[in-house]
């Protein structure tokens, strides 16, 4: 049974929305307090144009609660997306699901209009926002070996390439260090790109690369500042800890550090 193109194109930007419910879904401990506790789930975590990393945590009460505002059946956990403004530590609430003891939906809220909020030093959303700016492509990590961008015969070893495998890659929210080169002020976003767009933008073949799909997960990396040459680059998702970063013509394969 096909699907209708009007479905398939639903289906396609529902995963560019704020809606709840994906089906990738990997938490992590963030906070643990004495009436609930805390994940952030590193899989749907988002960057946006303008400085936003848009996340899902999800926070379990010890006690069922009654929802704010109404008289229903009492949840025991929801899942909140907020969304963060890194270059101004600010946040804003995106989207509030609430669940009862057996995971199933009461109800869902959708802030359209939530104003920016500053965070407060010391308070739990300060510690979520330092959790969020943790998650990939955020962190430390290691060169580990490099593939060429360009299909065709290997070219012959590079030793100013062969002076990065082992050099350590640390991407922050706000600045980044790639082999001792540093850029003060960054900005990221990410994108589904399909083969056929690399190709067509940065003459890109995933094949070339090693990897057979479709689509990948990218992250375009902006320097604002100075001290990278060139200021444009990407990263490429190849799987949990692993990703590719383009460097000068080649990729970098990177691992991330613990």
Not at 97 to 113: E, I, K, P, R, V
Not at 149 to 174: F, Y
Not at 221 to 243: N, T
Request: glycine letters at 8%; aromatic letters at 8%.
């Amino acid at each position: 049974m096909f699907l209708s193109r009007t479905l398939l194109i639903t289906l396609l930007l529902s995963a560019f929305s704020c809606v709840q419910g994906q089906s990738k879904e990997k938490w992590q401990r963030v906070y643990t307090g004495e009436e609930n506790v805390i994940d952030v789930n590193v899989f749907t975590s988002r960057l946006e144009s303008d400085h936003i990393l848009r996340v899902d945590f999800r926070t379990i009460v010890s006690k069922p609660q009654n929802i704010t505002g109404s008289r229903g059946a009492k949840y025991k956990s929801l899942i909140e997306t907020i969304r963060f403004k890194l270059d101004e530590n600010r946040y804003r609430l995106c989207e509030t699901t609430w669940f009862d003891a057996n995971g199933g939906q009461l109800h869902s809220y959708a802030a359209t209009t939530e104003d920016w909020r500053v965070l407060k030093a010391g308070g739990v959303m300060e510690r979520l926002f330092n959790s969020a700016r943790t998650l990939p492509p955020f962190g430390s990590w290691k060169v580990v070996a490099y593939k060429f961008a360009q299909p065709g015969p290997t070219p012959k070893r590079d030793p100013n390439l062969e002076k990065l495998i082992g050099a350590r890659v640390r991407i922050q929210a706000d600045r980044a260090e790639v082999g001792g080169k540093g850029c003060s002020s960054m900005a990221y976003e990410d994108r589904q790109a399909s083969k056929e767009e690399l190709d067509r933008e940065l003459g890109v073949r995933l094949e070339s690369i090693g990897m057979n799909a479709e689509y990948a997960e990218t992250t375009k990396v902006r320097c604002d500042g100075s001290g990278w040459a060139p200021p444009q680059s990407l990263l490429i998702k190849v799987k949990e800890g692993e990703m590719l970063m383009l460097w000068n013509g080649v990729f970098l394969v990177l691992k991330r550090e613990r």
